[in-house]
């Protein structure tokens, strides 16, 4: 296939180019800087210069090939206008790619995100047929006002486009991982001098190997049916305190929890503090029965063990 990817130098963006051709696939990469360009020829992947704001352009592109993975976001936006702000800027780019593959059956793949089913209020772990739920105005300053972009993708299958959703992981993970929330907690266990977490820390996160999900990407891109979420899980709940107590003990500090208190947890988390309280079990099993897709890279605790999150800068001892 002739397959459009955005996104294709970020951290995950950077396993699904090479993953596709090495199945056979012909990539072509969006790319606004000429580094990203060199990035995404270093890649294997051809070059389409342009941005997300050229929304002929990416109708154009989406046209011209078999099928599109979307992974890109406008990241720019988050500082000033949140996620509200950033899923604003990217449904008409959904739209765009549903007028260039109506009627065509070629497959649409977005990235989408493990808590748009909101397991808080499940009460249990959230499945591939939990849909996105619902938003509105009154969640502007939260992670659901994204949901629109995934409940417009998945309403492009009734247009005649091969559009699914695979949900990533609250935290993905690789060697090459530096902006994520590993390296976040990370700094902040480093600046704070302990590896905290929220109350008794029994919230149960996930996570999965970026190269693990863009095998999946490449799976729902290749047979995935219409309509349909994807859950790029490989771990479906590690409790929030476990992933402290390992970064604590890679950095010699620590664990440590932080009362669930208005002031102390945005006191060490920042921003953060209201998504870390949070928890968000998920099963991956109607993913893998369906595509057969096998997570086959270390967990999240093993990929910490690895030691590459913790590059050595002490000199040697005296």
């Known amino acids: 296939m002739r397959v459009f990817v955005t996104g294709g130098t970020g951290h995950t963006g950077s396993y699904i180019v090479p993953e596709l051709i090495a199945a056979g696939h012909e990539v072509t990469g969006l790319a606004r800087s000429e580094a990203a360009a060199?990035?995404?020829s270093a890649l294997g992947a051809k070059v389409r210069r342009g941005d997300l704001q050229d929304l002929d352009g990416l109708k154009e592109a989406a046209a011209?090939?078999?099928?599109?993975?979307?992974?890109?976001?406008?990241?720019?936006?988050?500082p000033s206008g949140g996620v509200a702000a950033v899923a604003?800027?990217?449904?008409?780019?959904?739209?765009?790619?549903g007028e260039a593959l109506a009627g065509t059956g070629k497959p649409l793949v977005a990235a989408g995100s493990i808590g748009s089913p909101g397991q808080g209020f499940l009460g249990r772990m959230a499945t591939e047929e939990d849909p996105a739920l619902p938003s509105g105005d009154e969640h502007k300053g939260t992670l659901r006002a994204r949901n629109v972009v995934e409940t417009?993708?998945?309403?492009?299958?009734?247009?005649?486009?091969?559009?699914?959703?695979?949900?990533?992981?609250?935290?993905?993970?690789?060697?090459t991982d530096r902006s994520g929330f590993l390296p976040t907690l990370i700094a902040?266990?480093?600046e704070k001098g302990f590896a905290g977490y929220p109350g008794d820390g029994a919230n149960l996160w996930n996570a999965v190997h970026a190269r693990d999900a863009a095998s999946l990407l490449r799976l729902a891109l290749e047979k995935g049916d219409a309509g349909k979420y994807w859950h790029a899980v490989g771990d479906g709940g590690i409790p929030f305190r476990e992933i402290a107590e390992a970064v604590g003990s890679r950095l010699g500090l620590p664990a440590v929890s932080v009362p669930l208190d208005e002031l102390m947890l945005p006191g060490y988390f920042g921003f953060l503090a209201n998504v870390v309280t949070q928890s968000y079990p998920a099963s991956n099993l109607i993913t893998r029965r369906t595509l057969g897709w096998e997570p086959a890279q270390p967990g999240l605790l093993a990929d910490l063990d690895n030691g590459h999150y913790f590059p050595s800068t002490d000199g040697p001892a005296i």
């Open 88 to 97: 604003a800027a990217e449904l008409p780019i959904m739209l765009a790619y």
């Open 152 to 175: 417009t993708v998945i309403g492009l299958a009734e247009r005649g486009v091969r559009s699914s959703i695979v949900r990533l992981a609250n935290i993905a993970h690789s060697t």
């Open 188 to 190: 902040l266990a480093k």
């Open 64 to 78: 011209d090939s078999d099928g599109v993975i979307h992974v890109a976001h406008r990241q720019d936006l988050l």
């Open 38 to 40: 060199a990035a995404l």
